[in-house]
């Protein structure tokens, strides 16, 4: 890849997340193609860090692509993770936007059938589904 009216070359990396700060949004990555050298800090790519914020963090582990700054990985920038044969999707829909967290939360937007759904790690959840609200606790319900 080249920066356009340059003739430095950027180089584009995958490795795994070796090291997370969260309190500066930086990971160090561990590039198993180059002898398993661990960059330096760089920084995560985000959405939105301005009037809107995004605080997604990631985990050492995380497979991750990077573009890398000059020859070496001294400096550079995570773009995102990316999923491999080991960790696929969880649910490959394309009309289905999930967020999966560790302990089974989920939070889910259907887009073709215009479903909303959040889900906790107990079983409990809401759903919003055809202008219904459905709320289904798996122990008590407190409304206020």
């Not at 890849?1 to 584009?12: D, H, Q, Y």
């Not at 995004?54 to 920038?77: A, K, Q, R």
């Not at 960790?87 to 089974?104: F, L």
Request: with cysteine.
């Amino acid at each position: 890849m080249k920066i356009a009216n340059t003739s430095e070359v950027i180089p584009l990396r995958d490795g795994h997340v070796s090291s997370y700060d969260p309190t500066t949004h930086t990971a160090r990555v561990v590039f198993e193609d180059h002898d398993n050298l661990v960059s330096n800090p760089f920084p995560v790519l985000l959405p939105n860090t301005l009037k809107n914020k995004d605080e997604i963090h990631l985990d050492p582990g995380e497979h991750v692509m990077c573009m890398c700054f000059g020859n070496g990985l001294e400096s550079g920038v995570v773009l995102g993770c990316v999923y491999d044969k080991k960790n696929p999707p969880v649910v490959g829909n394309p009309d289905i936007r999930v967020t999966t967290y560790e302990d089974g939360t989920r939070v889910s937007v259907n887009r073709k059938n215009h479903i909303v759904e959040i889900k906790d790690s107990y079983g409990s959840y809401i759903r919003f589904a055809e202008g219904h609200i459905y709320i289904m606790a798996a122990a008590n319900i407190y409304l206020n």
